[in-house]
């Protein structure tokens, strides 16, 4: 009877130690560091923990948009990472080493000719070491992450998704693309999927990824950039409203053809232009539902 107890007492012990999780503290000034642990250049990462941080607390990663301000994207979700508990990393690329639009919005993966990168320099490819590092440094231990970008970001992310299949995203939003990647073979990438590495098995895990197209409804000015504002953009609409409707119906009628999955969601917006500090709410519930901060 004694040694029953015994051993009863040393597994209640273990159970409560085992589902004990310890709290992680917030991160002090300066809010950040440059992570240079991949073969490209120098990433400035922002990062910000929610009071009561566990272990388990979801980690969001944000890509900016063509400004590269990763300072005010980062602001524009922290009283959303607060209120709904969930940790921001959002990732700097200064436009000294990614200056233009194939080497931010489409991940480096070819030059403004057309020659394919080494793959080990695309920018798509330092996203998940900086997922590790962080997890690393603060100890948090998700195995899969949320993603979040807008205009150039919002490019970035729904082609992250194309080439890297097998990326540890539990949930994405590409929101007002600048412009977009259509499942069309016959069109040169950026704009369509010729004249890069990719594989029917890329393009069914990219149609069953649970990812939102989230647009503004009132994002109808014209682009300014040389990819966004040319010839190829224009012919996807005349402004990123039509573009990310194109993007995910074309997307959509081609899942079907191809007996494929499809588990995008289309969200548009009333009354909201290019604004990511307006869309963000949105986005913010699409991945992480509406929760009262607790």
């Known amino acids: 009877m004694i040694l029953t107890r015994f051993f009863f007492l040393i597994f209640i012990f273990f159970s409560c130690s085992s589902s004990y999780e310890k709290t992680i503290g917030q991160v002090e000034p300066p809010w950040g560091y440059v992570f240079t642990q991949w073969?490209?250049?120098?990433?400035?990462?922002?990062?910000?923990?929610?009071?009561?941080?566990?272990?388990?607390?979801?980690?969001?990663?944000?890509?900016?948009?063509?400004?590269?301000?990763?300072?005010?994207?980062?602001?524009?979700?922290?009283?959303?990472?607060?209120?709904?508990?969930?940790?921001?990393?959002?990732?700097?690329?200064?436009?000294?080493?990614?200056?233009?639009?194939?080497?931010?919005?489409?991940?480096?993966?070819?030059?403004?000719?057309?020659?394919?990168?080494?793959?080990?320099?695309?920018?798509?490819?330092?996203?998940?070491?900086?997922?590790?590092?962080?997890?690393k440094r603060y100890g948090f231990l998700s195995e899969k992450f949320y993603l979040f970008g807008h205009s150039a970001g919002g490019g970035f992310v729904h082609r992250y998704l194309l080439f890297k299949k097998e990326a540890p995203v539990l949930k994405a939003?590409?929101?007002?693309?600048?412009?977009?990647?259509?499942?069309?073979?016959?069109?040169?990438?950026?704009?369509?999927?010729?004249?890069?590495?990719?594989?029917?098995?890329?393009?069914?895990?990219?149609?069953?990824?649970?990812m939102a197209i989230l647009l503004g409804e009132d994002d109808l000015g014209p682009r300014t950039k040389p990819l966004s504002n040319g010839q190829m953009a224009r012919a996807q609409g005349p402004n990123c409203l039509e573009r990310?409707?194109?993007?995910?119906?074309?997307?959509?009628?081609?899942?079907?053809?191809?007996?494929?999955?499809?588990?995008?969601?289309?969200?548009?917006?009333p009354e909201v232009g290019h604004d990511n500090y307006k869309l963000a709410p949105f986005a913010s519930i699409y991945l992480f539902g509406d929760k009262e901060e607790k």
């Open 39 to 135: 073969e490209g250049p120098p990433i400035d990462v922002i990062t910000y923990i929610p009071p009561n941080a566990t272990s388990s607390t979801p980690i969001l990663i944000v890509i900016p948009g063509a400004s590269r301000d990763a300072q005010r994207f980062h602001a524009s979700w922290l009283d959303l990472a607060k209120k709904n508990h969930f940790s921001v990393i959002t990732i700097g690329a200064k436009k000294s080493f990614f200056p233009d639009e194939y080497s931010y919005n489409a991940g480096g993966v070819i030059t403004e000719n057309g020659d394919l990168v080494d793959d080990s320099k695309w920018l798509f490819n330092v996203i998940e070491p900086i997922f590790n590092d962080f997890k």
């Open 173 to 210: 939003v590409a929101a007002n693309p600048a412009f977009v990647t259509l499942p069309d073979k016959n069109t040169l990438y950026p704009f369509g999927l010729k004249g890069i590495p990719n594989s029917d098995k890329n393009i069914k895990s990219w149609m069953n990824k649970d």
């Open 244 to 269: 990310g409707k194109l993007l995910y119906s074309t997307t959509k009628i081609k899942a079907q053809e191809l007996g494929f999955d499809f588990n995008w969601e289309l969200i548009t917006v």
